[in-house]
């Protein structure tokens, strides 16, 4: 008898223990458009080393599931390729803490993407480019000190305070919010006001090369082209300086591991490094202008270009480094430093006429090169030669 009714005890303990973790579960995905911690589905608390997880009910290895959503921000919708694990004994279904970060990004992306509102490097950026430290910059715009700083962390400002950033953006018109900015003295404002005089000056003396960075880089506002992010011409140009000193590539194979290293990065996190757009041509993924953006790289004297006959007479250029000119990991992130390095080993021995092959293979490729269109980044989680 007792027996039994230890039985029936455990059971209806166990259904309850379930209900409570499914209840926990729909509550989190309530509270995603509240907070920043967005959940959908439940959380592994720790780390993945590794694609495969062990489910936490029945200790089985759980396969990687994707399948397109639409989920809600701000009363909006936006439709993601959503990731995640999933226990086929209990159908539950988990995210770690990647996965959980990489669809929350790609929500929040097409969020700020589709209300012009500035990623935290722009605004950071801006604060900056004026020498303004955060609690004068929250002043100047009129915002609370903590809201400011939170933007700059990544929390979504609304969309009245991000277009207040974004013309804060132009020097004429952070020179007027300065003037109507009452809790700053005298001494202050004629400070921020010579700043900005300089950076007009530098804008008029630096026109032309301010010109040529604009039209190498293309799109020069984040988005699905950019991996979503600004282009970042210095971020770009030492990419290339890390695969010279890495693998001396010649110019073809260094444009696929240059696409390798974006959308791979990409992949894992919603975001490009360099902030590059890509074209699909008949050799493959290549960044947009790349002819140019060598050249002018190679003037700077960050790269060498060196160009090689062959037998047959063809020519060829390969890039090599400058022995007086080291690479700056500092610019880089861990994340993005691992992933240079994940490309740099792939690829390693992968000459050419291979690389070439293996990029045609790719969806990014396939689906562009008819029109030689621009690559949405999207196509990032579609890579085939791209792997941890």
Same mark, same amino acid.
């Given at each position: 008898m007792f027996l039994l009714f230890f039985i029936t005890f455990v059971s209806k303990f166990v259904l309850l223990l379930n209900t409570i973790i499914k209840l926990?579960?729909?509550?989190?995905n309530l509270c995603f458009v509240r907070n920043q911690s967005y959940?959908?589905?439940?959380?592994? *608390?720790h780390k993945r080393k590794t694609t495969i997880m062990k489910s936490p009910f029945t200790g089985k290895k759980m396969r990687v599931h994707k399948e397109f959503r639409t989920l809600t921000l701000r009363k909006e919708k936006f439709k993601i390729l959503f990731h995640f694990y999933k226990c086929e004994d209990t159908k539950e279904q988990f995210e770690d803490e990647t996965f959980a970060q990489l669809n929350y990004n790609q929500v929040l992306n097409q969020y700020r993407y589709k209300n012009s509102i500035p990623f935290p490097d722009q605004i950071i950026e801006i604060r900056e480019k004026y020498g303004v430290s955060a609690a004068k910059m929250s002043e100047i715009l009129g915002f609370g000190v903590n809201s400011y700083r939170q933007y700059e962390g990544g929390e979504v400002p609304c969309i009245s305070n991000a277009r207040l950033i974004k013309l804060a953006?132009?020097?004429?018109?952070?020179?007027?919010?300065?003037?109507?900015?009452n809790s700053l003295d005298e001494k202050q404002k004629e400070k921020y006001k010579k700043k900005v005089q300089t950076i007009l000056e530098e804008q008029k003396a630096y026109k032309q090369e301010r010109y040529l960075e604009a039209y190498f880089q293309g799109l020069c506002s984040p988005g699905p082209y950019t991996g979503y992010k600004k282009p970042n011409l210095i971020k770009f140009t030492e990419m290339i300086v890390f695969f010279t000193e890495k693998v001396k590539p010649w110019k073809t194979k260094l444009n696929k591991l240059l696409?390798?290293?974006? &959308?791979?990065?990409?992949?894992?996190?919603? &975001?490009?490094?360099?902030?590059?757009?890509? *074209?699909?041509?008949p050799m493959g993924p290549v960044p947009n202008n790349y002819n140019g953006l060598f050249e002018y790289i190679s003037d700077k004297g960050d790269i060498?270009?060196?160009? *090689?006959t062959f037998p047959d007479e063809g020519t060829g250029e390969q890039i090599v480094s400058n022995t007086n000119r080291a690479f700056n990991k500092d610019l880089f992130t861990e994340k993005e430093l691992e992933i240079l390095e994940n490309v740099s080993q792939i690829f390693k021995d992968t000459d050419t006429k291979k690389i070439i092959e293996l990029s045609h293979q790719? *969806?990014?490729w396939v689906e562009n090169q008819n029109n030689k269109s &621009?690559?949405?980044?999207?196509?990032? &989680?579609?890579?085939l030669h791209y792997h941890d």
């Open positions: 926990s579960s729909f509550k989190l959940r959908r589905v439940l959380i592994l *608390k953006e132009d020097p004429h018109e952070f020179g007027k919010l300065v003037s109507m900015c696409f390798y290293a974006d &959308f791979g990065m990409y992949k894992k996190t919603g &975001f490009s490094i360099s902030g590059l757009t890509y *074209k699909a041509i060498i270009v060196e160009y *090689k790719e *969806k990014a &621009f690559i949405d980044y999207k196509y990032s &989680f579609d890579l």
